[in-house]
């Protein structure tokens, strides 16, 4: 197993991950809509480009266009390098009538992945969200042997290290919209939200990360314009600390895919990227 790791970016995400992601193999980025997938996914993306690697963004529910302006918002210029060819965007739709020949299929899909970043070329790739693949498909077989093909074919064929972001109900615990992409992810993030005294909260755990030795502890972080994901406290030094200045409920909230969590140091992201 390589000891070189990949960086998200993220400083306290790497140092949780237990020193960043592994290269070539896939990762899952789950949660509700409106936690931060895409966005930590794109954070993702940039730290590679500043690296001067070349990286891909495949949407698969939102129109580029849309994905890369709101970028901007965030102080993230995706156009530049888009223009340098150095930044590979584009779209896939995938609908459950497809998954009747999902065989022939997801390779026709890896290819169209290969084709559009030049063979292969890229390091990162971000698949954006997975659950949208066979929105509402009947057969959930043929969903799961779609997946793990794609992840198969991602990871022996292209060889780039891979973020699938994937969109969970409100109010589950489910770590996957399908409840399998996790087993064949080499680890899970979890983002969430929780009502911190009338105050919503945005948390990140990792859940699962292989031959890594992780943090398992609930974090918080902020989405932040010119820097992305700053990861702050954990939920648990952050409760602790309204409660010591009388501000918090007495409640635990409940962060979406958590069971547990335990006090740790307080440390927080302060690089610009
Ligand atoms: N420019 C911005 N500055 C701060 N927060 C932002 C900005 N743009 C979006 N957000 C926050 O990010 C959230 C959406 O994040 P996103 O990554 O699209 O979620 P997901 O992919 O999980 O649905 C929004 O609900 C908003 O709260
Ligand atoms: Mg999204």
Redesign the pocket.
Known sequence: MSLTRVSTGIPTLDRITGGGLIPGKTYLVS????????????HFLMEGLRRGEKVSYVSLDERINGVLD?AM???WDFWTPYKEGRFFPFEIRIYSEDLGRYRKDSRAYIDTIIKMTRGGEVSRIVL??ISAMAFGAADEYAVREYIREIIVYLEEKIGATTIL?C?IPSGSTQLSRFGYEEYLSSGVIV?GLVNLDGRLVRTLLVRKMRWSPADHSIYTFE???GRGIIIGPTLRALQQRLAGSGTASPTTPRAQGVQTGSPEGATRDSSPI
């Open positions: 949660g509700e809509t409106g936690v931060g997938k895409t966005i930590l996914s794109l709101g918002t965030l102080g954006d969200p972001t969109d983002l989405i932040v314009r």
